[in-house]
């Protein structure tokens, strides 16, 4: 995707229009997917089988090979966060979350994974400064908002 269309997408992120601001997700996510071309995104789907499948070792093995074969494929990195995070291995989840945004700065779900692990771990502000800078690229996202708020009621 080139820079002009992502800057659009992005935009329309920030739009009051709910399905505008659908559709540029879709497609954002889409191409985050799709960055690596049939390859890239079959090996994708293949670790979410084995993950659905119960064969967790399976999928972390898919997904550690794809990252060594494409270290600049963001999604595979994400990915590989989200199994770290549903296994409860958050400080792995919250590194390879870091490596997404290096590769990718406005990769809003690795930011709201980013902070889910962060509250997770019981560093609320972390998880707040998370979340607020996943709302900066996704204005309207309501759960960010919420739980900036349930973050904040713990600080307390």
Known sequence: MDELSLKALLEDL?????SVRDRATTE????WFNQKGDYGMQ???RSQVSLDAGDVHHALDLLTNLIAEAPDFAEAWNRRAVL???QGNYKKSIDDCE???KLNPVHFGALHG????YAALGEY???IQAFRRALEIQPFALVNQKLILECTARLN
Not at 14 to 18: E, G, I, V
Not at 114 to 117: F, H, I, S, T
């Open 43 to 45: 090996i994708l789907r």
């Open 114 to 117: 980013l902070g889910l692990c």
């Open 84 to 86: 770290h995070y549903t």
């Open 28 to 31: 954002l996510w889409h191409t």
């Open 125 to 127: 502000l972390n998880a």
């Open 14 to 18: 920030k739009k009051p229009d709910q």
């Open 99 to 101: 490596i997404v945004l």
